[in-house]
């Protein structure tokens, strides 16, 4: 029993010691840094994209691609390339979601006159060749800073409902600049946290052996 008692502890403490380290910045995303400005679609491994809201695949260096639906590019870095999005399903398509975070990356919205962007990330830029509206969402922060500066998201949609879908066999491209970050550590008190649990679970099989 006192093992139950140990654990409960451990739990109760490392909760309490976490969330008085944790930092609120209401939906914003933190980031440690950015390392590279200038990547290419090899870099985006691990991009995730979402058509309506339930098909879901995950860029692979070369494509994504789920029932009825395929993601391409062509170029080099990202800001020069161009990514093609075809819908091959007979049903017409109203979103898709891009998810940077997947591949530890940002999506670089655009140069913004007079205010400084966020540091390291240099001039963004953005090019929709298709129809529909679009919407960056998911401001991203450094640690350590107020805010976001208003450049660098983690989520692009296209939405094409107001323009009754984007129709079976048709496609749309789009250039969207991308940059690869280092992410915040975990906190040392959850690490701390976590560790105690597998040992407390390591500790309670060899009672048992």
Do not use: C
Request: a negative charge; glycine letters at 12%; hydrophobic letters at 40%.
């Amino acid at each position: 029993m006192k093992i139950y008692y140990k654990l409960f502890f451990l739990v109760f403490l490392g909760f309490n010691i976490t969330s008085a380290f944790a930092v609120t910045v209401d939906s914003d995303e933190i980031i440690k840094e950015i390392i590279q400005h200038k990547i290419d679609s090899s870099d985006m491994v691990g991009m995730e994209v979402t058509v309506d809201g339930t098909s879901t695949a995950k860029w692979d260096g070369v494509s994504a691609t789920a029932s009825g639906w395929e993601l391409q590019y062509s170029g080099t870095d990202t800001r020069g390339g161009v990514w093609m999005f075809t819908n091959n399903s007979s049903a017409s398509v109203y979103t898709v979601q891009f998810d940077a975070f997947g591949a530890n990356a940002v999506f670089d919205k655009e140069f913004i006159f007079d205010v400084e962007g966020t540091e390291g990330s240099e001039a963004g830029f953005f090019k929709n060749s298709g129809p529909g509206d679009t919407e960056f969402t998911g401001p991203v922060k450094l640690a350590g800073s107020s805010g976001p500066e208003g450049d660098l998201y983690r989520w692009l949609t296209f939405d094409f409902t107001g323009a009754g879908g984007l129709s079976a066999g048709d496609s749309f491209e789009f250039t969207i600049d991308s940059d690869e970050f280092a992410p915040v550590p975990l906190p040392s008190a959850a690490f701390l946290l976590f560790s105690g649990l597998f040992g407390l679970a390591g500790l309670r099989r060899r009672q048992k052996s």
